[in-house]
């Protein structure tokens, strides 16, 4: 990465690369000071072995403020490893990660898992679920309850919140653990595979609700998917990786108007898109 490319821009805020929970004096932190137009996440230097395995060496990317990126690629490439470290769930052996300057913890980050049934409170009922981060941000009770009340508007669903989760079916569930993430108004939106455990009627439906909710809140988004079409159809740009170890494959933006749907999935530039990302995927698990 060059200072003279012209896509990069300096860096304003000091020098990040000692603000980082994993800051170091390898050559990333020059790199740090160069990023393009736009970028609310910094990646630099990421390394992370698994054994003797290496996933991600000196792995450096920038990724879009208030864009959803959706990330494809081979099966055990990493996909789910890289938004781990990137929202601070998982640690990493070396390089720097930083949102606008700060770290993960002094972020605002919402993460959404595949798995609803294991990320809920079993003990709460769905509201007390949804309201659960609002405590971490000092807020009194009646601006939980506004900012409860404005999420529940947006996404203009009616299931009964004071219903305990295994009260709830699969998809209700899903759609708590997305109002929980949501209600911090999270400058960050980590979403892993949110829909796979659902059936079909349901993942269309919390599909479309997220979309709109994302749209009208503009929320940094980074979602890994297993469905080239959904990754496609929520995505303003497709980011596939390599196999292991891994790198950036290609960066394919997709900017049709919202919201999609259905109708979306036939036209001309969601068939290229979805043609262009399936070529890389094939060359890449094709690779010995
Ligand atoms: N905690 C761990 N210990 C050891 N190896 C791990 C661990 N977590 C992940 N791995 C390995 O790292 C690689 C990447 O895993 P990861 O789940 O991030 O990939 P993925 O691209 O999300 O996979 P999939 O497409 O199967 O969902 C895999 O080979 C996996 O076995």
Redesign the pocket.
Known sequence: MSPDDSALRLVSAGNPAEAGDHADTGDHAERFRWFAPGTHITIRGLTKT??D?V?YEDFDLDLPRGKVVSIF??????????I?MISGI?DYDAGTILFDGKTARETKIGYVFQNYREAGFPWLRAIDNIRYPLKFLRLTKAEQDARIEKLLASFNVSIDLNRYPYELSGGQQQLVSIMRALVIDPEVLFL??PFSALDYEMTLFLRDKLQAVLTEMQVTSLL?S?DLDEAVELADEVLL?TR?P?SVAARIPFDAPRPRNAETTVTPEFIDVKTRSLEIFQREVRKP
């Open positions: 698994f054994g395995t996933l690629g081979p099966n055990g490439c990493g996909k789910s490893t890289l781990n998982m892993d595979e890994v297993h990786l292991k891994t």
